[in-house]
């Protein structure tokens, strides 16, 4: 079963194209890899995916559901991690987690949890400005996993990220719906069992990871 | 919370009101005899400059941030998040209020209560056109031009309602009652307007 339906999504910025009718079918349980280079779509591709923006045409239908009507209760099923963390720097690590629990009205109990997932447990009381840059991506990944969500967005979740961090996505993609954009074919093709290559915002080819690679 | 830790805008805005203040007094030569009808004017020049400032960065920072994104990515409905985002600045403004009406001022609760008043229109409204504005570059120079019109009502009622509450001329029952209808109209207005500027 799908859980994840792209029909002719395209859309525009002014008068250039960010994406060109991209067709993208992800079944439950399926981990897809985005690919492409600088500008090439993925981005707007994900965000459109994630619901964070409405496509110019095209229709996306995520768990049955049409994700440009039902966007709000689709997001409660969503974990999407953006380009940047999107984290408060002021607030800890801990804190973050805790603020975005009470906005999801997720258990403030998941907060150690996911810290320990992430493996910030010892730095769970440092502000988030204090953090290096890959630790602040581990946070933002534990984020969007914070609510158990079925399908996952992720745009470069591997930036900045060490080897532990990439263990980290090997954990949260465990048993989710996943799809992520890189630039890395070699994580692409470990973490995903299909790949979709996007060139200026078309579909250039897509399959098994060992045809995308061929 | 943010706020609190990094005590980045409350010192400024309260210093920037208190400076305001100092300058109108020493520019107005301010006394006892023509401060009723000069102080309402002088305090809500001071607040409405000090509230575009507290409400350019309510928005800016979430946008600099991707914190905005982050927040309605949990399904929060934008409305609450807007009407959060404008009871912080809002709040931040009654601290500036504060420090305004205890300079030099004799408080009254019709005072406070008229300038409380008038800051929860001017606060949705401030928001409401800095989340709009957030993304921006010429934002510093748009909000005051889409705001400032919008803020007259109030600046009127409420410099009513000051002068009147401050022993000067001037119906301070009729000010309140227009502040109230204002408030009403701008809370609902702007939280209906809010799904449409932060999240599409």
């Known amino acids: 079963m799908s859980a994840l339906v792209a029909d002719r999504l395209s859309h525009w910025f002014g008068s250039e194209p960010a994406l060109d009718s991209v067709d993208l079918a992800v079944d439950r349980g399926d981990h897809v890899a985005i690919l492409g280079e600088n500008g090439a779509g993925k981005t707007t591709l994900l965000r459109i995916l994630a619901t964070a923006m409405r496509p110019s045409s095209g229709k996306l239908e995520i768990m049955g559901l049409d994700a440009l009507r039902e966007r709000r209760r689709l997001r409660g099923r ?5 380009h940047a963390p999107g984290l408060y720097p002021a607030l800890t690590a801990a804190e973050n987690l805790a603020f975005f629990c009470d906005l999801r009205g997720a258990d403030r109990e998941r907060v150690p949890e996911m810290l320990d997932l992430a493996g910030l447990s010892e730095v769970a009381r440092k502000r988030a400005s204090e953090l290096s840059r890959g630790m602040q991506q581990r946070l933002a990944i534990a984020r969007a996993v914070l609510h158990d969500p079925l399908l996952l967005i992720l745009d470069e979740p591997d930036a900045s990220l060490d080897a532990e961090g ?19 074919q070699a994580l692409a093709t470990r973490l995903c069992q299909r790949t979709v290559v996007l060139r200026k915002g078309r579909v250039l080819g897509a399959g098994s990871r060992l045809r995308v690679v061929q | 919370m943010s706020e609190w830790r990094t005590r980045e805008l409350v ?3 309260a210093q920037f009101v208190v400076l305001a203040l100092v300058i109108a007094n020493f520019g107005f030569q301010i006394d006892s005899r023509n401060a009723s009808a000069i102080a309402p004017g002088v305090l809500w020049l001071a607040l409405v400059f000090a509230g575009l400032i507290a409400f350019g960065r309510a928005f800016a920072a ?27 600045a809002g709040l931040l403004l009654v601290v500036c209020e504060a420090v305004g009406l205890l300079f030099g001022v004799d408080v009254s609760a019709g005072l406070v209560g008229a300038v409380l008043l008038a800051t929860i229109g001017m606060a949705a409204l401030g928001c409401l056109f800095a989340a709009m504005v957030a993304q921006l570059r010429a934002r510093e120079l748009l909000l005051p031009l889409l705001t400032l019109p919008l803020w007259i009502p109030f600046i009127v009622a409420g410099g009513q309602a000051v002068q009147s509450a401050m022993g000067g001329s001037g119906a301070f029952d009729q000010a309140v009652k227009l502040l109230l209808d204002f408030d009403i109209l701008f809370v609902v207005l702007t939280s209906l307007a809010a799904r449409f500027v932060l999240d599409d």
């Open chain 1, 166 to 184: 990439s263990e980290l996505l090997v954990r949260v993609m465990k048993d989710r719906t996943t799809v992520l954009a890189t630039h890395d």
């Open chain 2, 62 to 88: 979430e946008r600099e941030q991707a914190t905005l994104e982050a927040m309605l990515m949990t399904g929060a409905p934008a409305s609450a998040i807007f009407a959060g985002k404008a009871l912080a």
């Open chain 1, 78 to 82: 969503i974990g999407y991690l953006a």
């Open chain 2, 11 to 13: 010192p400024a805005l």
